[in-house]
């Protein structure tokens, strides 16, 4: 798994000091259950810390690109920005999903490939 990583690291271009932050971002919920760790193990908290840094960036990003664009737009276009199927979209791209770790249930019923997993993924 760690090789596997390593080769994410390069795709995506970017060297974790913490590498273990990368294991964990990849660490879905059905994995943690499958092998009794304690719920805080998976990336579920990573992805509540990603969803505000993805906000504050593309709301840094908008606010400075667009000074005319009223509040409200701005808030519109954030919003499409920082969803599920944009988030998949770019874990697809990425192939974000051959890099996950998922339990056995998850992995049989396409986890790997479910937009609503690869782009929580994408936000840890």
């Known amino acids: 798994m760690k ?3 390593k ?3 390069s795709k995506i271009g970017y060297k974790f000091r913490d590498f273990s932050l990368l294991r964990r971002a990849m660490m879905h919920s059905s994995y943690t259950n499958e092998k009794h760790l304690e719920k805080y193990h998976c990336n579920e908290r990573l992805e509540f810390l990603g969803d505000a840094v ?12 667009f000074p005319k664009v009223s509040e409200g737009e701005l808030t519109k276009t954030r919003a499409s920005m920082v969803c599920e199927p944009s988030l998949a979209f770019c874990a697809r791209d990425i192939d974000l999903g ?3 770790l998922l339990g056995k249930g998850e992995e049989a ?11 929580d993924a994408l936000e840890a």
């Open 3 to 5: 090789d596997s990583l």
């Open 7 to 9: 080769e994410l690291e």
């Open 54 to 65: 993805l906000e504050l960036v593309s709301s840094e990003y908008l606010f400075l690109e």
């Open 98 to 100: 051959s890099y996950l």
């Open 109 to 119: 019923t396409g986890g790997r490939h479910r937009d609503s997993i690869t782009s």
